[in-house]
């Protein structure tokens, strides 16, 4: 008998680029996390970080798209694209369980955004009604926060992937090769549009 809900884990991130890192911890979610889906939900705008050097929204859509192509339990999610800015992820988590009431819920978050976890809007409301996977970064060994007991909180082994945007970005504009940290569909989107450079 199937169970009465599908579980879908949100990986929130601008996403500017995608690279091969987010995937590993997106299916390594699907595989040993227990959940049957994630979704990429790209974010149009974080009340935490400046805008300049970001792609525009479809862009970016379009290359999580491209990159989530050959695995059916990952999708792009623009979700947040309507709705209004700044946005924070409680709005989104309400949206999202008014329009898809047969679906629950869960967050992925890397460890260093457990640390500031406390000062998101309404984290109390989150982490009650979700379950949060939390994934390793790097330098990050333990991380004690006020969260360590809470029964919401779940940390996934999950590779380390020691790879950011950032670094993809400065060496796409120094004129490197970084074709290997990217989805190959991806790579050809920005080479095309000569993105970064």
Same mark, same amino acid.
């Given at each position: 008998?199937?169970?009465?809900?599908?579980?879908?884990? @949100?990986?929130?991130?601008?996403?500017?680029?995608?690279?091969?890192?987010?995937?590993?911890?997106?299916?390594?979610?699907?595989?040993?996390?227990?959940?049957?889906?994630? /979704?990429?939900?790209?974010?149009?705008?974080?009340?935490?970080?400046?805008?300049?050097?970001? +792609?525009?929204?479809?862009?970016?859509?379009?290359?999580?798209?491209?990159?989530?192509?050959?695995?059916?339990?990952?999708?792009?999610?623009?979700?947040? !694209?309507?709705?209004?800015?700044?946005?924070?992820?409680?709005?989104?988590?309400?949206? @999202?369980?008014?329009?898809?009431?047969? +679906?629950?819920?869960? +967050?992925?978050?890397?460890? *260093?955004n457990l640390k500031n976890f406390h000062k998101w809007k309404n984290y109390e @409301?989150?982490?009650?009604?979700?379950?949060?996977?939390?994934?390793?970064?790097?330098?990050?060994?333990?991380?004690?926060?006020?969260? *360590?007991?809470?029964?919401?909180?779940?940390?996934? *082994?999950?590779?380390?992937?020691?790879?950011?945007?950032? !670094?993809?970005?400065?060496?796409i504009k120094a004129g490197k090769n970084i074709r290997p940290m990217l989805p190959?569909?991806? /790579?050809?989107?920005?080479?095309?549009?000569?993105?970064?450079?």
């Open positions: 008998m199937e169970s009465k809900s599908k579980k879908v884990g @949100l990986f929130f991130g601008s996403f500017n680029p995608i690279h091969i890192g987010h995937l590993v911890i997106a299916n390594h979610m699907v595989e040993f996390g227990g959940l049957n889906q994630v /979704w990429f939900v790209i974010t149009p705008h974080s009340p935490f970080k400046e805008k300049k050097s970001l +792609l525009e929204d479809h862009h970016r859509y379009q290359m999580v798209d491209r990159a989530v192509e050959q695995f059916p339990h990952l999708r792009a999610c623009d979700i947040e !694209f309507g709705l209004p800015q700044p946005n924070y992820t409680i709005n989104t988590m309400v949206y @999202l369980e008014e329009k898809y009431p047969e +679906l629950e819920f869960a +967050l992925i978050m890397g460890e *260093d @409301l989150l982490i009650n009604n979700h379950e949060i996977l939390v994934y390793p970064r790097v330098g990050s060994e333990e991380v004690h926060t006020q969260f *360590d007991s809470h029964p919401s909180i779940h940390h996934v *082994d999950a590779p380390i992937m020691e790879l950011s945007s950032t !670094f993809i970005r400065k060496g190959e569909a991806v /790579w050809i989107y920005l080479d095309e549009m000569n993105f970064y450079k």
